[in-house]
């Protein structure tokens, strides 16, 4: 997952070591032979998006596994994945062809099925309106996530609606390729008006739930994140975040390593004041502010990709939902008139 929450990795399905005594046989008919209720055509979608590996190399479906050799298979979602059930929520479809659809996903929803949160996800929503449209091309009836956003963050969503299109934007994820930036309203003031936020990040080791940053990079996956000051509210920060890489919950651990968590950010140590007066005036002010927003203020604005079959780059933006601008608002009022007085 990403910074907001994404997940972006492969995942490995099948590692296989190639017996001492095995002939040389093409790769694809070697993996169709080998792994149960896979089709030839799942196999040759993921070689031709480089995802099927031979001792750590991409190679294509006619290569010829060879004694010694270490096959992986790559694909962009988890193993065992829960059966996906349609269910009538309204979606906000912002784009949409024959090979994927970009949505914009509001707060509170979850985007895929999972412990504690089998109904009302996107995937759910999508299995919906696929079945509804008779959507032919839509081959697993709900649509192939290449990435995914926080319950609690609003905004872009890219999903793929074939196997093919999917393992070619995974690719891209995987290779940091995608152009994504989010708006987060942080708490605290800058220095400087731009500036970039590294550090390994990986499982909190005392709660499983949150992640962690580690500077010395002896646990967790490298995370960078380059940040640009919008607006300055003095206690509050509008800032434009551009993700290199995409680590669950990169934006918000980043965010709280630095100093500077996200507003209402409860997980992460927004949920309360933590700049500004003691002025119970304030207190109030603020705690109006987490009402209108009860969520981390982090919103996916942005994202920008290579189109899987035509090739055309591709680019689409979505302003700030209404919870979090209203806030922004606030937070404009609120410093316009603290400076007048």
Not at 90 to 99: M, T
Not at 196 to 214: E, L, Y
Not at 280 to 306: D, E, M, W
Not at 312 to 341: C, H, I
Request: charge should be positive; charged fraction near 25%.
């Amino acid at each position: 997952m990403d910074a907001s929450g994404e997940n972006n990795a492969l995942y490995e399905h099948y590692r296989i070591e190639i017996d001492k005594g095995q002939v040389p046989v093409r790769i694809d008919k070697f993996l169709f032979n080998r792994i149960e209720n896979v089709s030839r055509n799942k196999i040759q979608n993921a070689a031709k998006a480089g995802n099927i590996l031979v001792n750590g190399k991409s190679v294509k479906s006619n290569y010829k596994v060879k004694p010694g050799d270490t096959v992986s298979v790559l694909l962009s979602h988890p193993p065992r994945d829960l059966t996906i059930y349609p269910e009538n929520i309204p979606l906000d479809i912002v784009y949409e062809d024959k090979d994927v659809i970009v949505l914009n996903k509001p707060a509170g929803m979850v985007v895929h099925p999972a412990h504690a949160n089998y109904n009302g996800t996107l995937l759910n929503a999508l299995a919906y309106y696929f079945k509804k449209r008779k959507a032919a091309e839509v081959e697993n009836g709900f649509g192939y996530l290449v990435h995914r956003i926080d319950m609690d963050t609003s905004g872009l969503l890219l999903v793929a609606k074939n196997e093919l299109a999917q393992s070619i934007l995974a690719r891209q994820f995987f290779e940091h390729s995608v152009k994504r930036e989010y708006n987060a309203l942080v708490w605290g003031d800058f220095d400087e008006d731009e500036g970039t936020i590294t550090g390994h990040i990986g499982r909190h080791p005392k709660d499983r739930r949150m992640m962690k940053v580690f500077t010395g990079g002896e646990y967790g996956k490298e995370a960078i994140t380059h940040y640009k000051i919008l607006k300055r509210f003095g206690y509050v920060t509008l800032v434009e975040c551009r993700l290199e890489t995409g680590r669950t919950h990169q934006i918000r651990a980043h965010f709280k390593h630095i100093g500077h968590p996200l507003f209402n950010d409860v997980k992460y140590g927004g949920g309360e004041i933590l700049k500004g007066t003691t002025f119970t005036k304030y207190k109030q002010f603020v705690q109006n502010c987490f009402k209108i927003l009860p969520r981390q203020a982090l919103h996916a604005r942005s994202v920008g990709f290579v189109h899987p079959t035509t090739g055309k780059e591709m680019f689409f933006d979505s302003k700030l939902p209404a919870d979090m601008q209203r806030v922004v608002e606030k937070w404009e009022n609120y410093t316009v008139n603290r400076l007048e007085e």
